[in-house]
């Protein structure tokens, strides 16, 4: 089945966040506004452009087709569909119902498990560049965030600096340490023996990991997803994994995470944890919706779907190699993100990241402040887009925006 990865949806009136255009200006960059007669290209946030697999909404209208959505609890077929996919899609075998727990959301799953590993106030060890809901919501609630930079190698792929985090987690008292997997912003798939040496420096001074893993089902082809409980005992035991269909399936409007833990004591510390407010609770549709993402369908779509993000990355990477003179960019290895260095060219050209950012608001390419992930010259794109409009983006950042 050939699935439609090129028409130009409109999103407008349709309560979408990233048309919500105006209101994203007006709080980011107050005062600027996109040129008269320039259709504006939301390029922000990280949410697709493409319609979602048709499995999840036939899946779902099969459940409308019955007219009562009163209390119910989730049957074994959620369950199943998640751990066959695992199965099939990371080639793990070992999960089973015990260890599967929902959540309304990867980022209330992590402060579920803060709350389960840490005490108030307490450090916590991340990557930067940081992932912005990392830095929300840890600054909340009152955790202290310790940054280990990533560092780009010889062939500008970021790395881990294992010393760095040897460094902080010998002198800074931390007990947990927060890992994106595959990592936002960069788009790097950390291989297996770098999640391997990670694990091994947590378990010599003993620290948690709790485990974002909600991009695992957007690798860019050459690229394997490793989940970071398979590299160790000692990762499988003091783990807790976060994970979605919301990002791979475009499912974020109706809500539904799920964490994956072994540990039987951790597991029914986060049930409790997570019980507490009496808010997270499973929504219906929500359960219907990733049931028929986690489909054979389901995953034809998603094969699709990586082919075209990797035309994306290929063509959006021919400009800034040949067109944007002073940007850099780090390949994404996933994701669908892209994470733009733009220091080269400030500087080169006497002028801060806010004209450069201002710029492109102004001719309608709407991104996202890099700064916000730590990233002093940076700037964040969506390229989950149908490639035409990815290309006239593209176009616009050439002809007035990185311009001489």
């Known amino acids: 089945m050939k699935f439609d990865f090129e028409t130009i949806i409109d999103r407008t ?109 307490d450090k916590v060890l991340l990557h930067s560049p940081t992932y912005v809901g990392f830095s929300g919501a840890l600054g909340n609630v009152g955790y202290k965030m310790v940054l280990s930079d990533l560092k780009l190698d010889e062939n500008n792929i970021y790395r881990m600096d294992f010393d760095d985090m040897e460094e902080k987690l010998s002198h800074g008292d931390i007990h947990v340490a927060i890992m994106c997997n595959p990592h936002n912003p960069s788009g790097r798939v950390w291989e297996k023996w ?10 010599k001074y003993n620290v948690y990991i709790i485990c974002d ?44 995470a799920y964490h994956i833990c072994f540990d039987p004591w951790m597991n029914a510390r986060m049930a409790k944890e997570s019980s507490n407010t009496h808010y997270n609770s499973m929504n219906l549709l929500s359960m219907y919706a990733s049931i028929g993402a986690y489909t054979d369908t389901g995953a034809q779509w998603l094969d699709q779907l990586l082919t075209v993000i990797d035309e994306n990355v290929n063509v959006a990477l021919d400009y800034v190699h040949h067109r944007l003179s002073g940007v850099k960019v780090s390949k994404p290895q996933g994701t669908y993100m892209f ?66």
């Open 213 to 256: 893993e909600i991009w695992s089902d957007l690798i860019l082809p050459g690229y394997q997803h490793t989940p970071l409980f398979t590299v160790s005992e000692y990762a499988k035991t003091h783990s807790v994994t976060l994970c979605a269909p919301s990002k791979t399936f475009s499912l974020a409007g109706l809500v539904g």
């Open 194 to 203: 770098e999640l391997e040496k990670a694990c091994a420096l947590f378990e």
């Open 13 to 121: 009136n349709t309560d979408s966040v990233a048309y919500g255009i105006d209101r994203y200006i007006e709080a980011s960059w107050p005062g600027v506004k996109v040129k008269d007669g320039i259709d504006p290209i939301a390029m922000w946030i990280a949410d697709m452009s493409f319609a979602t697999a048709p499995s999840v909404v036939e899946t779902i209208e099969k459940r409308l087709s019955h007219p009562l959505f009163g209390y119910f609890s989730a049957p074994d077929e959620y369950y199943d569909s998640i751990i066959r996919w695992y199965t099939i899609r990371h080639h793990y075998d070992g999960l089973t119902k015990e260890n599967i727990g929902y959540e309304n959301g990867v980022l209330g799953g992590l402060l579920t498990a803060m709350r389960v590993l840490c005490s108030d106030g």
């Open 339 to 404: 994470f733009m260095d733009c220091e080269d060219y400030c500087k080169s050209h006497d002028i801060d990241i806010d004209t450069v950012q201002r710029r492109g608001i102004e001719h309608g390419v709407i991104w996202q402040d890099g700064r916000n992930f730590h990233g002093p010259y940076h700037i964040r794109l969506n390229l989950a887009l149908p490639t035409a409009l990815l290309k006239e983006a593209l176009q616009r950042l050439v002809n007035d925006v990185f311009v001489d």
